[in-house]
């Protein structure tokens, strides 16, 4: 079986520019989950998304926003890329109501210049 | 504020050596799970603890919660190369309808041949 795919692995974009990154779960799982994690960082709560669904939110500016299709897959948008929004983005999924079960895929790498 | 703290921040050892890396918090968890990130990769599912004092091994590895579920520990037994990388406990919070996971920063963990 497929593991979570992320997409694209590396991304370079210019400060103020959108940006849009996209997450594939595992078969099966209907909750899909997106982290920041800055380098040297441990990973950061965004979003948690569930049937099409925005379950919760992190600690996050507007600028980011996401949604999940019915197929269960997912888009994280970010606009007005500032410097400090260059990170790993990491897409997780798992059953709904068991975060303990969650499963990552390989991170999309967002640099803003 | 980190709800985890991880410690120590950086550990560099040589192959054969023993080690402990310890996770730390004032709340009580329903659940600890510890992560592997290597290099550029998504973090990697190693185990979850769910009861106070349990101790579960995976081959080098011991894992154990503490009794009060506050706190955990990872030990490595005769490290090997292979186990380098970032070292990540993470415990759910519920934040809504949503369960999202919460990190610690990390021990990078360098083991040199």
């Known amino acids: 079986d497929a593991g979570v795919t992320q997409s694209p692995t590396h991304l370079i974009k210019t400060r103020g520019q959108q940006v849009t990154l996209r997450c594939s779960p595992i078969?099966?799982?209907?909750?899909v989950s997106w982290y920041q994690q800055v380098l040297g960082q441990g990973p950061q709560f965004i979003f948690q998304?569930?049937?099409?669904?925005?379950?919760g939110r992190g600690n996050f500016p507007d600028r980011f926003s996401a949604r999940q299709f019915p197929n269960y897959s997912s888009e994280l948008n970010v606009n007005a890329l500032l410097l400090g929004d260059s990170a790993l983005y990491l897409c997780a999924s798992s059953f709904p109501g068991s975060p303990r079960s969650a499963f990552f895929g390989q991170g999309t790498r967002l640099t803003v210049v | 504020t980190q709800l985890l703290e991880q410690s120590p921040q950086f550990l560099s050892i040589q192959e054969g050596e023993n080690l402990t890396v310890y996770c730390n918090s004032s709340?009580?968890?329903?659940?600890l799970q510890w992560y592997r990130q290597e290099p550029g990769e998504g973090p990697v599912l190693l185990v979850t603890?769910?009861?106070?004092?349990e101790v579960k091994k995976l081959k080098r590895l011991t894992f154990q919660f503490g009794d009060a579920r506050k706190d955990s520990s990872l030990h490595i037994t005769a490290a090997q190369p292979g186990d380098t990388g970032l070292y990540l406990c993470?415990?759910?919070?519920?934040?809504?309808?949503?369960?999202?996971?919460?990190f610690g920063s990390g021990t990078q963990l360098t083991v040199l041949p």
């Open positions: 998304y569930y049937e099409k669904e925005e379950r």
């Open positions: 078969s099966g799982h209907k909750s």
């Open positions: 709340s009580v968890f329903s659940s």
């Open positions: 993470a415990g759910p919070i519920s934040s809504g309808s949503a369960r999202q996971l919460t």
């Open positions: 603890v769910v009861t106070g004092g």
